[in-house]
């Protein structure tokens, strides 16, 4: 027979996304949810994809670098997810919860559509996503148990490296891959907007060893999801 706690597990796991009853399991059951469809479903973007250029002949002899420039970018919006879903568990006012999972809807759009041009390349996303995603939660936990302005600093930095990431990609991507250009170049004006509205909603400037290391982290992750 089901004992009271076993029964509420089940309850809340069958329907997750339901309506929050203030127990405080809730929160843990509703991040577990959001880890697998962030790893485990097919991402679905709300906005249109934004590659509307046709695929080419020379686009298509170009495909082994952007297969791995564009698993690099999926790896990377993995761990967006992760970010802002272990900020999101762990801040300390509603709106700033409310923030980071807004924030975390737009990125499964980037999410989406780096599937569908993985897809397109005939190319796999990152064996280590699910590793990814575990380390970046855990960053984003530690970052919003510093407090909420902190964690929006943590934030606006992120964004700001994730743009100048992404010039260096669109430097890189083959010229005549017209569509995972378009698709980089739509995520860098959204990165941007998550930036500058991190800092709007009162996000303070990280200390320049804590950018270092996040510097670091990143260059890890880039570098290994290339080939793996
Ligand atoms: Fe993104
Ligand atoms: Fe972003």
């Known amino acids: 027979m089901l004992g009271p706690f076993t029964g509420y597990c089940y309850i809340?796991?069958?329907?997750?996304?339901?309506?929050?009853?203030?127990?405080?399991?809730?929160?843990?059951?509703?991040?577990?949810?959001?880890?697998?469809?962030?790893?485990?479903a097919p991402a679905r973007a709300t906005r249109p994809y934004p590659a509307a250029a046709e695929e080419t002949p020379e686009g298509r002899?170009?495909?082994?670098?952007?297969?791995?420039?564009?698993?690099?970018?999926?790896?990377?919006?993995?761990?967006?997810?992760?970010?802002?879903?272990?900020?999101?568990?762990?801040?300390?006012?509603?709106?700033?919860?409310?923030?980071?999972?807004?924030?975390?809807?737009?990125?499964?759009?980037?999410?989406?559509?780096?599937?569908?041009?993985?897809?397109?390349?005939?190319?796999?996303p990152s064996l280590l996503n699910p590793f990814w995603y575990a380390g970046s939660f855990a960053i984003g936990a530690l970052a919003a148990a510093c407090g909420d302005r902190i964690s929006l600093g943590f934030v606006a930095e992120t964004e700001r490296q994730v743009e100048g990431h992404l010039?260096?990609?669109?430097?890189?991507?083959?010229?005549?891959?017209?569509?995972?250009?378009?698709?980089?170049?739509?995520?860098?004006?959204?990165?941007?907007?998550?930036?500058?509205?991190?800092r709007a909603a009162g996000a303070c400037e990280l200390a320049a060893p804590v950018r270092l290391l996040m510097r670091g982290t990143a260059r890890l992750m880039t570098g290994t999801a290339r080939w793996l």
């Open 12 to 40: 809340r796991a069958m329907n997750p996304s339901g309506p929050a009853t203030g127990h405080p399991l809730d929160s843990l059951i509703a991040a577990a949810d959001r880890a697998l469809r962030a790893l485990a």
């Open 167 to 198: 010039d260096e990609h669109l430097q890189r991507l083959p010229a005549a891959d017209a569509r995972s250009r378009a698709v980089v170049a739509a995520m860098r004006a959204d990165e941007i907007g998550h930036g500058a509205a991190a």
């Open 61 to 124: 002899a170009s495909r082994e670098e952007s297969a791995a420039l564009m698993r690099v970018n999926h790896a990377g919006e993995v761990a967006a997810q992760a970010l802002y879903h272990g900020q999101a568990l762990v801040a300390a006012s509603p709106a700033t919860r409310e923030f980071m999972l807004r924030a975390a809807r737009e990125e499964a759009d980037h999410l989406g559509w780096c599937e569908q041009r993985l897809r397109e390349l005939g190319a796999r």
